[in-house]
Nanobody, 123 residues
Framework: VQLQASGGGLVQAGDSLRLSCAASGSTFSSYSMGWFRQAPGKEQEFVSAISRSNGRTAYADSVKGRFTIPRDNAGNTMYLRMNSLNPEDTAVYYC?????????????????WGQGTLVTVSS
């Protein structure tokens, strides 16, 4: 499966943004999907994931209550809706796909990755 992330940009603290991850080349509903991010000078970290089997979602504590991860299987697209953004959310955001349904918070469990989209939140 090929993944294309988009929707990043420069926003102000408190703003909202929606990232998209468009999939092609395989049956989108067969994959659990995740978002990871990497801030400048920091390691990549888990943001959110949604299971292929039951739509169960998981969120990092730092984004819980602010971000949601809906998916549109008919449109082969996953989203990351981000509200109440703050400068600590500044990072390159990557979407990823895996046929697994467990261990979705670990980047090592993903087989396919998008190219990343930059989100910059100014204070």
């Amino acid at each position: 499966v090929q993944l294309q992330a988009s929707g990043g940009g420069l926003v102000q603290a408190g703003d909202s943004l929606r990232l998209s991850c468009a999939a092609s080349g395989s049956t989108f509903s067969s994959y659990s999907m995740g978002w990871f991010r990497q801030a400048p000078g920091k390691e990549q970290e888990f943001v959110s994931a949604i299971s292929r089997s039951n739509g169960r979602t998981a969120y990092a504590d730092s984004v819980k209550g602010r971000f949601t991860i809906p998916r549109d299987n008919a449109g082969n697209t996953m989203y990351l809706r981000m509200n109440s953004l703050n400068p600590e959310d500044t990072a390159v955001y990557y979407c990823a796909a895996t046929p697994r349904t467990m261990g979705l918070a670990s980047s090592s469990g993903y087989d396919y990755w998008g190219q990343g989209t930059l989100v910059t939140v100014s204070s």
